[in-house]
């Protein structure tokens, strides 16, 4: 009697467990639905697994060498917005066309080696995708592909693709970083438009073609200079590094201005840095030091060092030059301490006149008379008075070195001041600036211990 009972009892288990999952066909790891498409030789099997909104949609066969078995509604497609993870077998090589495009609720796929995807918009619009394992023998993506793929946040492309097709990863905006072989010869037409977390881009083919808004402002790139890629990034203004290790020493370095006058304040130019025709980023490709930027003597070099960081390495130095103030020769009737002229001395508050040479006596040099600036197109030409060889001037005309032309948008001079220098002699400079701009320029003569003070401003408006 208890053997028939446990018998009994185990019966009635295994009708209702049977009961059960046939009522309940979702139930944890249950196939749903499955089904073929077409016949051998070209047929595809596939299979739905899983819970509820938690699918599995598992593909194996063989695949197609055309469209003529697949159509935009397999048997699958009520499933469309349930469906999270899409599992491509070994030996299916083609599906005919077929797009998942559109499936919202996917958010991962593999691919299997040998494996050709349709090669436009395969997965357009899936919103929720991850993570994607590409085919490793995969020559290209095509164009649409991943465009509004929103939560794509890292991706590997096959070292076999040669081109990265129009919009291919348009509106991708999680995806952070992405590498591209030195086989891909070809960046399509807003390939990753709308990016706006891609912050590095390795693109190991310098000479690759990138087309019009390929590459986002938003995104550095990093890849070999001297090439087109470097030139697609100089001209739309996206930001470069070089893709190996580079020493700052090869770079050129130009200061906002040269020249100051001491007023005991530190002296600070604004850098800029270039490479090749690539203007580094402070704080991502080098940082900057001034020293000996308060003048203390003619001894010692203001400069500035330039420090390679990211893939800069090295440092380099540039100058500039501090000149020192000169007191005046006092009258031996007035009361006074310091007569030596060739002294240096503090700034005096109110703006000083500046002399040239201490050598007694000492000849105070007013700044160059009549300067004059005509705008033409894109030049100025400034002009001024030539001294004449008087007797009166021909100490002057000895101790004047050279003449030196400052031109700025600034007003004041204290942001984008740039200097040139001239010789004693001429007449006149001819400056190439930006159309559409307002200039305001003046100029000053230099000898071999100082400098004059400046002339009158010259205000300049670029057509």
């Known amino acids: 009697m208890k053997q028939i009972r446990q018998g009994l009892t185990v019966w009635v288990f295994t009708f209702f467990a049977v009961l059960f999952f046939s009522i309940c066909p979702l139930a944890a790891g249950s196939q749903i639905d499955s089904g073929r498409i077409g016949s051998d030789p070209e047929y595809i099997d596939w299979v739905l697994t899983g819970t509820d909104n938690n699918l599995t949609l598992d593909i194996s066969g063989t695949g197609f060498t055309s469209t003529t078995y697949i159509s935009a509604s397999p048997g699958w497609i009520s499933y469309k917005d349930r469906i999270k993870r899409l599992i491509i077998n070994e030996g299916v090589s083609f599906l005919g066309g077929l ?16 494996f ?11 919103s929720s995708l991850k993570t994607v394992q590409l085919p490793s023998d995969m020559s290209f993506i095509g164009g649409l592909t991943f465009a509004g793929c929103t939560s794509l946040e890292n991706i590997v492309i096959p070292s076999g693709v040669t081109s990265i097709q129009d919009y291919s990863f348009e509106g991708c905006s999680a995806l952070r970083e992405i590498s591209l072989s030195g086989n891909v010869n070809l960046i399509g037409e807003d390939a990753f438009k709308g990016c706006t977390n891609l912050k590095k881009i390795y693109i190991q083919n310098g000479n690759a073609e990138v087309e019009l808004n390929a590459i ?25 590094s070089p893709i190996d290790n580079t020493s700052i020493s090869g770079t050129s370095v130009m200061l906002s201005q040269t020249d100051y006058v001491q007023d005991g304040t530190e002296k600070k130019p604004a850098v800029t840095v270039k490479y090749s025709i690539t203007t580094l980023t402070e704080g991502v490709d ?5 020293k000996n930027n308060v003048y203390q003597s003619s001894s010692a070099k203001p400069t ?33 301490q310091n007569t030596d002229a060739s ?5 005096p508050t109110s703006t000083p006149t500046v002399l040239l040479v201490s050598a007694d006596p000492i000849t105070i040099a007013k700044p160059p008379a009549s300067v004059r600036a005509k705008a033409k197109k894109n030049k100025v030409t400034v002009s001024w008075k030539k001294i004449k060889k008087t007797k009166k001037a021909k100490k002057l005309l000895t101790q004047i070195k050279g003449i030196q032309v400052q031109y700025s948008t600034d007003l004041n001079f204290e942001q984008d001041v740039v200097t040139k220098k001239t010789g004693k002699n001429k007449t006149r400079i001819i400056l190439k600036l930006k159309t559409k701009s307002t200039y305001y320029i003046r100029i000053r003569y230099v000898g071999s211990d100082g400098v004059s003070n400046w002339s009158k401003i010259k205000k300049v408006k670029m057509k």
């Open 216 to 240: 986002s402002r938003n995104t550095r790139i990093y890849s070999h200079f001297g090439g087109s890629v470097e030139n697609y990034a100089n001209i739309y203004n996206v930001p470069f």
């Open 343 to 347: 002294v240096p001395v503090a700034a």
């Open 116 to 126: 050709r995807l349709s090669g436009i918009a395969d997965f357009n619009g899936c």
């Open 286 to 290: 080098y940082t900057c030091q001034y």
């Open 304 to 336: 500035v060092v330039i420090t390679g960081i990211g893939t800069y390495s090295g440092t380099k130095e540039t100058y500039f030059t501090i000149t020192a103030i000169t007191a005046p020769v006092v009258p031996s009737n007035q009361n006074t």
């Open 99 to 114: 797009k998942f495009q559109g499936y919202t609720t996917l958010e991962s796929a593999i691919f299997p080696h040998g």
